[in-house]
């Protein structure tokens, strides 16, 4: 187990994840609903689920091109899809 990627990865995503809508929408859910239990995991399956898909198209997009343009795409598309909020296009 390599710790120093997994504890860089937490710390990514943990740090990304704070106030975004997913967030945002479990406190809705749980105030909704007032059941934090099954709010909370179905929360950690989804995200586990839309985490797998992200890890296994990962590897299949590094199998069909370097890493480094693969990190130059991934950036291209945050600043387009910026881009797009900031205009109110999305």
């Known amino acids: 187990m ?3 990627i997994l504890v ?7 740090i990304a994840e ?9 406190i809705t859910l ?3 609903h007032q059941k934090p239990l099954p ?10 689920s839309v985490t797998l898909l992200g890890v ?4 299949a997009a590094y199998r069909l091109m370097p890493a ?7 950036a291209s598309l945050f600043i387009i899809l910026g881009l797009l909020m900031w205009f109110e296009v999305l």
């Open 2 to 4: 390599d710790w120093k």
């Open 8 to 14: 860089t990865t937490f710390a990514a995503l943990f």
């Open 18 to 26: 704070l106030g975004d809508k997913t967030q945002l929408a479990v």
């Open 30 to 32: 749980t105030c909704k």
């Open 39 to 48: 709010i909370f995991l179905g929360a950690i399956l989804a995200l586990a």
């Open 56 to 59: 296994l198209g990962g590897e």
């Open 68 to 74: 480094e343009h693969l990190r130059k795409l991934a």
